[in-house]
């Protein structure tokens, strides 16, 4: 819980004055003042504090262009391949194969009762005939 600080103290101002021409972020003014970020913006208005560098003027880095439909291809190309060595190389025990006819045998073999459902009762009624 942040402690109660009285921002309208001057030994708290002249505190704020320095921190801010330290150049520190308002995260680490905030963890060293025990304020919240509302209570300095608010402050930096009221005491006519410089802005803080503003992120949109900051130098960005170069940017690349959208690749292009060849270079798609070759990139799915290549996670194809991968994807498809991983799962050849997967442990026998590990992989999951089931025949088109599992559910089919499991329906027809199973040894539970036929349920209420009308749909169900004809096709176990087909099964049998």
């Known amino acids: 819980m942040r402690r109660t600080v009285s921002t309208a103290c001057s030994t708290f101002q002249q505190t704020l004055r320095h921190v801010w021409a330290s150049g520190s972020t308002y995260a680490e003014m905030t963890a060293f003042l025990g304020v919240t970020r509302d209570q300095v913006i608010r402050l930096r208005d009221v005491l006519s504090l410089p802005l803080r560098l503003d992120r949109r003027l900051r130098r960005k880095g170069p940017r690349h262009g959208d690749p292009t439909p060849a270079q798609i ?12 060595q991983d799962r050849l190389n997967e442990p026998k025990d590990r992989v999951y194969h089931r025949s088109e006819t599992d559910m089919v045998q499991f329906r027809f073999e199973s040894p539970q009762t036929n349920g209420d459902d009308p749909l169900e009762r004809l096709m176990d009624d087909f099964a049998d005939g």
């Open 73 to 84: 291809r070759a990139m799915c190309e290549q996670f194809k391949a991968k994807h498809l």
